[in-house]
């Protein structure tokens, strides 16, 4: 097996840098349909131009590389022990070399391992199968989209939709109510993998199971195939739209698996996935591990550019922010105004947010601008890099925001996916905003950082540390203002709306 550690070490960087052709594909189509000019339009511009940088570079797409998840088979006799312990080489080599962040965090002491391997962490699927080769399939799930995963115990009753019954109409409910109950916090547009039947456990992991299919294939059970053509028209009559900004698409995919169930119980499991929905798998060679062939894509074929302008095109309009910042130029700006912020922030995820509750911060965040990120840094020597660093969802941060709004004077947060009333709240009383970057857009925003100036606590390890960074042209859009205003919950009640009406008589 002399060619195994190379076959696997390029199947994650691979996965973790380069779209698979079937969701670029998808995510064309999804851009070339949206509004021109709008909010959708434009974080679908930097998404295109973030796949490509990613591409390029052979960069991580988006800085939370996921859960690392392998599905293998193996001919008979071939070593399983083998094939585990040189994927989990390959995971910590592509952690060290930058592909991959160190993701794995102990769930008893909160410590990060460092480089993706842990308690039950790369997941494994192991089958035997009678055919030559060796096949391994990864799927890079992030936290976001993973926190919008639903399981609904059917029946039950959904908001706009009424109750959903023990049938195929009750099932379709249920996966229309899941990508609503999304909106962007899951960076839309996303793919679903969606279980009817089976128990809790496995009815997820069938629904998983389904985003090894391409976006493109059909079922072919026609009941389901329709469903899943069914539920595609619906769910993008949604309004939803990219980032949850509203707009014409909310997914991109629906594929959807029956399992038999017991007589008590009916689950639909929905797996919902991000815009980068990163999964591929490679043949190998079962006597020298070599690569025979890749699934999901081409490598002979040249990689297809997606970007169809700069990244973000500026309109003139946008507003400058210099840090630090004060409430009168945060009362100044609404919803809808996009900023471009030049200068310095902090980033600053649940570690952080935990810390600052107990403890003064390490820095003065008097002005400052806070940032929802956990990026991918690589040292060299004394000198930390930036690999990627996008943002994350912020409504973890929900329980503290508002307090460390009101203790250190923080003006302007960053994340995705928007906040709840209580930060909302805040922003009004003392005068801040939030603004959603794109997440997943995490090359594009790792040019965008022009020195990283320190870092605090990082004992919580790198994504959850508080990097000081210098940014210059940091694109974003405030969506909720210091005078109560929320895109997010102004989408959130039109999609519902618009919900309630796919109700079949
Ligand atoms: S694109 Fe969004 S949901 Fe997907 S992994 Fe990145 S931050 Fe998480």
Not at 242 to 259: L, N, Y
Request: charged share 20%.
């Amino acid at each position: 097996m002399e060619f195994l550690a190379g076959s696997l070490l390029e199947l994650i960087v691979q996965t973790s840098t380069n779209l698979p052709p079937d969701v670029r594909a998808a995510m064309s189509l999804t851009a070339a349909g949206e509004t021109p000019k709008t909010q959708s339009a434009q974080a679908l511009d930097i998404i295109l131009s973030n796949i490509d940088m990613a591409a390029d570079d052979t960069g991580a797409i988006c800085q939370d590389t996921g859960m690392p998840t392998f599905v293998v088979h193996t001919p008979v006799g071939v070593n399983q022990i083998h094939i585990r312990k040189a994927i989990r080489e390959a995971v910590a080599e592509a952690t060290r070399l930058g592909k991959l962040r160190p993701n794995s965090v102990d769930s008893i002491t909160g410590k990060n391992s460092g480089n993706n391997l842990g308690a039950e962490t790369p997941v494994f699927h192991f089958e035997q199968w009678e055919e030559d080769e060796i096949e391994v399939k990864l799927i890079l799930k992030g936290g976001g989209c993973e926190n919008m995963n639903a399981q609904y115990s059917v029946p039950c009753q959904l908001d706009h939709l009424g109750r959903a019954d023990r049938n195929l109409e009750g099932v379709r409910k249920c996966i229309l109510h899941a990508v609503w109950k999304a909106q962007g916090l899951g960076c839309a547009p996303g793919a679903l993998g969606v279980c009817i039947g089976s128990d809790r456990a496995h009815g997820y992991e069938l629904a998983k199971g389904q985003l090894f299919r391409t976006l493109d294939d059909v079922n072919p059970d026609p009941v389901l195939a329709q469903m899943e053509a069914e539920i595609m028209q619906e769910a993008n009559k949604l309004g939803v739209g990219a980032m949850g900004f509203g707009g014409k698409a909310s997914v991109i995919g629906c594929k959807i698996a029956a399992a038999d169930r017991l007589p008590a119980r009916f689950f639909v499991s929905v797996a919902y996935d991000c815009w980068a929905f990163r999964r591929l798998g490679v043949r190998l060679d079962a006597s020298s591990g070599a690569i025979t062939r890749w699934l999901y894509r081409d490598p002979s074929r040249p990689v297809e550019r997606m970007a169809r302008s700069e990244g973000f095109a500026l309109t003139g309009r946008e507003v400058t922010l210099t840090p630090p910042l004060t409430k009168a130029q945060m009362r100044a700006l609404r919803v809808g105004d996009v900023v471009l912020i030049t200068g310095e922030m902090f980033t600053g995820r649940d570690n952080v947010h935990a810390y600052l509750m107990k403890n003064p911060p390490p820095v003065d965040l008097n002005g400052a601008v806070l940032y929802h990120c956990g990026p991918v840094m690589l040292q060299e020597g004394e000198r930390w890099t930036v690999k990627a660093a996008g943002p994350t969802t912020s409504m973890r941060e929900e329980p503290y925001q508002a307090d460390v709004i009101k203790r250190y004077g923080v003006r302007v947060v960053i994340g995705k996916g928007g906040m709840g009333p209580k930060t909302l709240a805040a922003l009004q009383e003392f005068g801040a905003v939030y603004l959603n970057g794109i997440g997943g857009a995490a090359q594009f925003y790792a040019r965008t950082v022009e020195e990283v100036l320190g870092v605090n606590l990082l004992e919580f390890g790198i994504p959850e540390a508080m990097w000081h960074l210098r940014v210059k042209g940091f694109a974003a859009i405030v969506t909720m203002d210091a005078h109560g205003g929320s895109l997010h919950a102004d989408v959130q009640h039109a999609t519902g709306e618009v919900l309630g009406t796919l109700q079949k008589a």
